[in-house]
């Protein structure tokens, strides 16, 4: 009898310059776990997201994407539906592909939640938030569902946020959780870190850094040496991709 050919299912990450892509890793190492022979997971390194066009009319056996700097915002228009929560927090990092349809959702704000809540103390009640990228909207979202008051801070601030030159002592003891969410300090750029006044860090600190490659960062170094709290992103990494392999797969219903 003819052995029937199993069904492929094909995964990716779309952004810009991932050649280090944490989520090929992961997923590769969870099909090969799982036995799931027919599953891969590849890279679309894409110059623009203009790029994702094409793509999205040669779907082929692609089940679904994730989707990662810097076109967590960008890729809106090309969807044809968008989840209330990634609404809500105006950044898509997960899409399910059925049929023609795409269908856009938010699982960072899942991994950062889940993430960041073992780490906080009570006094943690003032953030500020490093960046205003597609991450920084789910570090956002978190945050406020979670009763912590925020201020962006940003290199071009717009009213009501921060520049760098602002953050002085006052500011940053105000402030207890910092968290960077931009990409300096990303491998190979291991030495480059926020401009910050790090000598008004002190042991009553939490820095989260959504950056995993280094394992820790310089800003992280800078709290450790200070007796900070510190976190870098690998866990809210770990946590948004489960997240998305459940919508992917149907498998949980709780993220909808």
Do not use: C
């Not at 795409?102 to 899942?110: K, Q, S, V, W």
């Not at 009763?147 to 002085?168: A, C, D, E, T």
């Not at 910050?196 to 950056?211: A, N």
């Amino acid at each position: 009898m003819e052995k029937k050919e199993a069904a492929r299912h094909r995964y990716g990450l779309i952004g810009k310059n991932i050649g280090y892509s944490f989520s090929r890793g992961h997923f590769t190492k969870k099909f090969q776990e799982l036995g799931l022979d027919g599953h891969s997971y590849e890279n679309f390194d894409l110059p623009d997201i203009s790029d994702f066009e094409r793509l999205k009319h040669d779907l082929g056996d692609i089940q679904g994407f994730n989707v990662t700097i810097p076109y967590k915002e960008a890729i809106f228009p090309y969807l044809t539906e968008i989840d209330e929560k990634a609404l809500q927090i105006g950044a898509v990092n997960t899409i399910k592909v059925a049929g023609t349809t795409l269908l856009g959702y938010n699982t960072d704000a899942y991994g950062f939640q889940k993430a960041l809540e073992p780490k906080l103390k009570k006094h943690h009640q003032k953030a500020l938030i490093l960046g205003t990228g597609g991450a920084s909207k789910a570090v956002a979202y978190v945050l406020d569902h979670l009763g912590i008051s925020f201020s962006f801070v940003s290199r071009n601030p717009k009213p009501g946020q921060f520049g760098y030159g602002q953050l002085n002592s006052d500011v940053i003891k105000k402030h207890l959780v910092l968290i960077n969410a931009t990409p300096l300090g990303t491998q190979p750029n291991v030495t480059e870190k926020p401009p910050l006044p790090y000598d008004d860090i002190t042991e009553d600190h939490l820095l989260f850094d959504l950056i995993y490659n280094p394992e820790k960062t310089a800003f992280l170094q800078e709290g450790e040496q200070r007796g900070a709290i510190i976190s870098n992103g690998l866990r809210m990494l770990e946590l948004q991709a489960e997240k998305a392999w459940e919508i992917w797969t149907e498998q949980s219903n709780e993220n909808r």
